[in-house]
């Protein structure tokens, strides 16, 4: 992980070079699209409140699990025994951006969704909520925190999703292997750069034209650095939007060019 001094530079380089956040100069209708109808929708909606208030409560409690160490994971916790509070503060996608996720959703309405990372459900949650007739496959390793995630969309209600349990490298295989066509994934879990390449790569046979994927943390380090690179210069990538925190590709071939654009969010 990059050191926050250099994070912060980096945030800054992003922000002093992205495109206006309002769309100006910005030559593509379907990034404009995007800008205006997404990133710049703030609206509240009724299941956001839902949502923070399980975050809350998550932030609230001070209860250990045991949980077992995947990939990358958390820059600040290194036990096995974690609090419940410590994870809800440092791992899961705030607000901000787990909504603009829902509003992705909401936005392409995409049928299958996968979530490589599910922690508590939280992000999942939100995706889950986008589009109701969507199927979300979400997956955790730790089984303790997926305990926590499938008591949470208990608690929301939400029945458009499955939780797969256990090491990526074990689940994802024979969930590629059912050739369920990917119109979304949110690739958000062992934030290296091999796996992260191999994750974009065996998710990619199974997307489609009109499949969005995003990724977290692409600024995180130089290996997620790395990673993105490799994602937006592969050739089946025509559209990637850099937001810093995360980032987003598409395949669309209407399309005239490949086109990279950071925009400020
Ligand atoms: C950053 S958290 C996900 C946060 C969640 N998407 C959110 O925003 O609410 C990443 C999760 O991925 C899981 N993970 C990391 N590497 C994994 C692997 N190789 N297999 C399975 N799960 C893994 C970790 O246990 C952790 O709970």
Not at 9 to 22: F, G, M, V
Not at 42 to 51: A, D, H
Not at 196 to 217: G, M, P, Q, R, W
Request: hydrophobic share 40%.
């Amino acid at each position: 992980m990059f050191p926050p001094f250099t994070i912060a530079k980096k945030y800054l380089s992003y922000w002093l070079n992205a495109s206006n956040k309002n769309g100006h100069g910005v030559h593509s209708p379907f990034v404009f699209d995007l800008i205006i109808h997404v990133l710049n929708d703030r609206k509240n909606e009724p299941c956001f409140q839902e949502i923070e208030s399980i975050r809350q409560s998550l932030k609230n409690n001070h209860d250990f699990i045991e949980v077992e160490d995947f990939g990358a994971g958390s820059a600040v916790i290194k036990s096995n025994k974690r609090k419940i509070s410590k994870i809800a503060n440092s791992s899961l996608k705030s607000p901000k951006y787990a909504q603009v996720l829902h509003r992705l959703v909401k936005y392409f309405r995409p049928k299958n969704i996968v979530e490589l990372g599910t922690s508590f459900g939280i992000t999942s949650a939100y995706l889950a909520k986008g589009n109701l007739d969507a199927q979300l496959y979400t997956f955790e390793g730790a089984s303790s925190i997926s305990n926590v995630a499938a008591n949470n969309f208990k608690k929301l209600g939400i029945n458009n999703v499955e939780l797969i349990t256990g090491d990526f490298g074990k689940t994802l295989p024979p969930f590629l292997e059912k050739n369920i066509p990917i119109d979304f994934a949110f690739i958000d879990g062992n934030h290296r750069e091999k796996p992260t390449i191999a994750y974009f790569e065996s998710i990619l046979s199974h997307c489609n034209e009109h499949s969005v994927l995003v990724f977290d943390d692409i600024h995180w380090s130089q290996e997620m650095e790395n990673a993105w690179d490799f994602i937006k210069n592969n050739q089946s990538v025509t559209l990637s939007v850099d937001l810093f925190f995360i980032g987003i590709v598409f395949f669309r071939k209407d399309f005239k060019e490949k086109q990279h654009f950071a925009i400020q969010f």
